[in-house]
């Protein structure tokens, strides 16, 4: 395999960059663009060990490094690496890495480093996944499931399920291949409670799929309420700058103005519309079914009322208008004097908060909505759980050929027919974490990677 080389911090200015090289002649090259301090010899250095010198194209100093060496097998690709660490200019680390190509190494291509660590055994394809989720954590809950699973959380639970699926298999075979040797029954009853269990331990790892999911893409968010109830001031509230314009004047917003804020462990993909009401007004109208299509889109609808001023005739279409949809009704200005129908409320929403979005005041109350109604809580983030689509699908397959195992045992008794249905659960089993998978998936998988990585 040839020796690979690229920039793996971001391509800005900063304090320190790091040139990461990887490959058999990895310590070659390095040797080639690296000159260190004293009489340490690049060739001659251990793994886990580092050395200050300069970096040089063809003996033309670029700048002060320091090189860290990894050896194989126990460096992040399972190959030799080197890392030359050197100040953090875009063009400094450009022409160190220039120097690098041009005396053997090639460019590495996105999510390559990892690929190689894949192949090289290091890591399993859930958890070479995982890394980018690492990367990509936006928050604490994120980071805690990006880490389990890197830790081979969901990993160790399929492959445990495999070893058990290989060995009812087995049994099975010997047990009908053989049937004048001396092996015991397998009764029905024992295969059908083992799929059962298999099932239930796998089921568990897409149970907190959605919210999972939810943790890490945000949930697409409408604020919706007619004019003034204050849908801009919670908009704004939320992602803590002047978006959207704020006038007791109707009808200020007219777009739908977007935004991506954080809600405690919740990040909502948020849309200010604009206020729904009956109007005569061609452009406010445009912009009301704008409102309105956006809501019908949205996983969340935040339906917004104003507590100061009983429910209006507006109010009682929008109660009606997104009633089949994941709501929260969220009663602003409660600082002012409280003269809404909340019992008429109480009958049509399950999940209201009060709140002054003035004031910031009852924000955190709308966090603990949310959560509540994407079943957001300490386990579901806790638990190991798929990390993607794929994953998702590998299981859902596997957990599709037990449910038809376990009929066919249960209905006709045709071992033949069990074999092969256990053997497509394994198969996509293997195919989860990536001990059997085709060359066009794992290129897919690492072209969602960055460069360097
Ligand atoms: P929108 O048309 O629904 O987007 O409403 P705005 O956010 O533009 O607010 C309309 C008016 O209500 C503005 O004068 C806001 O200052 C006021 N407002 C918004 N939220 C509150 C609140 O919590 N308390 C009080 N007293 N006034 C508010």
Redesign the pocket.
């Known amino acids: 395999m040839s020796t690979i080389a690229a920039i793996s911090t971001p391509n800005a200015v900063g304090g320190i960059a790091v040139i990461r090289i990887s490959g058999e002649n990895a310590l070659a090259v390095a040797e080639k663009v690296f000159r260190p301090y004293g009489d340490k010899k690049v060739a001659a250095m251990q793994g886990y060990t580092c050395a200050y010198g300069i970096a040089h194209d063809n003996g033309e100093r670029i700048d002060d490094c320091v090189l860290t060496v990894f050896r194989a097998p126990h460096s992040y690709t399972g190959e030799d690496t080197c890392e030359i660490s050197c100040h953090g200019g875009l063009y400094v680390s450009k022409r160190i890495l220039r120097a690098v190509l041009k005396n053997g190494a090639v460019s590495a291509e996105a999510g390559e480093f990892t690929k190689r660590a894949f192949l090289n055994g290091k890591l399993d394809l859930t958890q070479a996944e995982a890394v980018m989720d690492v990367i990509s954590a936006r928050g604490e809950a994120e980071l805690r499931m990006a880490e389990q699973l890197r830790e081979g959380a969901a990993f160790k639970k399929a492959h445990a399920c495999s070893d058990r699926l290989l060995k009812l298999l087995s049994g099975i075979a010997a047990w009908t291949d053989y049937p004048d040797e001396d092996i015991p029954e397998i009764e029905p009853t024992a295969i059908t409670a083992e799929l059962t269990e298999i099932r239930g331990e796998l089921s568990s790892l897409i149970r907190s799929y959605d919210s999972g999911r939810i943790l890490r893409e945000g949930v697409a968010t409408a604020i919706v309420?007619r004019?003034?109830?204050?849908?801009?001031?919670?908009f704004n509230c939320l992602s803590g700058c002047e978006r959207?314009?704020?006038?007791?004047i109707?009808g200020?917003?007219r777009d739908v103005v977007e935004e991506t804020v954080r809600l405690g462990d919740i990040v909502l993909r948020l849309s200010?519309t604009a206020?729904i009401h009956d109007t005569q007004d061609i452009i406010e109208g445009i912009g009301i079914d704008i409102a309105e299509k956006t809501a019908r889109n949205a996983e969340l609808v935040i339906v917004?009322f104003d507590g100061?001023c009983p429910l209006s005739a507006d109010d009682f279409a929008l109660i009606e208008k997104f009633n089949n949809k994941k709501c929260i009704a969220v009663i602003?200005?409660?600082?002012?004097e409280q003269l809404i129908e909340t019992d008429i409320l109480n009958d049509k929403f399950i999940h209201i908060v009060y709140?002054?979005?003035?004031?910031s005041e009852g924000i955190e109350q709308l966090e603990s909505a949310v959560k509540e109604l994407f079943e957001i809580n300490p386990d579901s983030i806790s638990v190991a759980t798929a990390a993607n689509e794929r994953q998702k699908q590998c299981i859902e397959r596997v957990i599709s050929s037990i449910d038809e195992g376990i009929k066919v045992i249960e209905t006709s008794e045709m071992y033949d027919a069990l074999n092969v249905l256990l053997d497509e659960a394994e198969q996509s089993l293997l195919e989860l974490t990536g001990e059997k998978i085709t060359e066009a998936v794992v290129n897919e998988v690492f072209s969602r990677f960055c460069v360097g990585k």
């Open positions: 309420g004019p003034n109830v204050g849908k801009s001031t919670l959207s314009i704020v006038t007791d109707a200020t917003t200010d206020g917004v100061n602003n200005k409660t600082d002012r709140i002054s979005a003035k004031n």
